[in-house]
């Protein structure tokens, strides 16, 4: 998948919502966690748009229970030729456990986004910048979503994530909750590469999400395109 310019994510447990994503979206976020029966969905899709395979663990935010049984589930999704990524949580890769994941998948061409989530709050600006350098030293995108108490938490992440794409890294930046929401739209234009958005605005996976063409027109509008 190519992360050298910014990718919109169509977030979805339902690979049957691909058309619908089509004309807004560059890329599908498979919740497989959120899925039922994943791997079937994986075999039988033949949607047009590539596949960016999440499985998240409960502890990460999803609804994944069991590590092993995860895991070896998104290695066998990279074998399928629309995977184009695979994303890990940083934290499963500190544990080595990521490692056979992300080593698989390399080796069936998907790329590998490395994600942190922090629920509760925004990190201090040292504590950012280190969580990023160390989810791009795994991966070849480092994903860091932070909870948003105020608007002025937006300010560290924005420029933390311009320094690390000034640096080289290819990094997904994004405040959650309604103070961060503006994040989503401005976060590209400082080095951000990916987006993410649900198909359904009902079936959001993130809160403070915006829909996807409205995410699409921000980001492009903001962009001057």
Request: with cysteine; charged share 30%; aromatic share 4%.
């Amino acid at each position: 998948m190519d992360f050298d310019s910014f990718v919109l994510a169509a977030s979805t447990a339902d690979l049957a919502d691909e058309p619908d994503a089509r004309e807004h979206a560059d890329c599908i976020e498979f919740r497989m966690d959120l899925a039922e029966s994943p791997l079937d969905a994986l075999r039988n899709y033949d949607g047009d748009l590539p596949i960016l395979a999440t499985n998240r663990a409960d502890w990460g935010g999803g609804e994944a229970t069991d590590d092993r049984r995860r895991l070896d589930a998104l290695v066998e999704a990279a074998e399928h030729d629309a995977v184009e990524a695979v994303d890990i949580e940083l934290e499963t890769m500190r544990s080595g456990d990521g490692e056979r994941v992300a080593e698989h998948a390399r080796e069936h061409g998907a790329d590998v986004v490395v994600s942190s989530h922090d629920f509760e709050a925004t990190p201090g600006m040292h504590d950012i910048q280190e969580t990023l350098r160390e989810a791009c030293a795994y991966g070849d995108v480092g994903k860091l979503a932070v909870t948003a108490q105020a608007r002025a938490d937006v300010l560290d992440l924005l420029v933390a994530t311009r320094a690390a794409t000034a640096e080289g890294d290819r990094v997904a930046t994004m405040a959650m909750g309604e103070p961060g929401r503006h994040s989503r739209a401005v976060a590209p234009l400082y080095g951000s590469r990916i987006g993410y958005a649900p198909v359904d605005p009902e079936a959001a996976t993130a809160p403070g999400q915006y829909d996807l063409a409205t995410l699409r027109e921000l980001v492009e509008a903001l962009a001057g395109r």
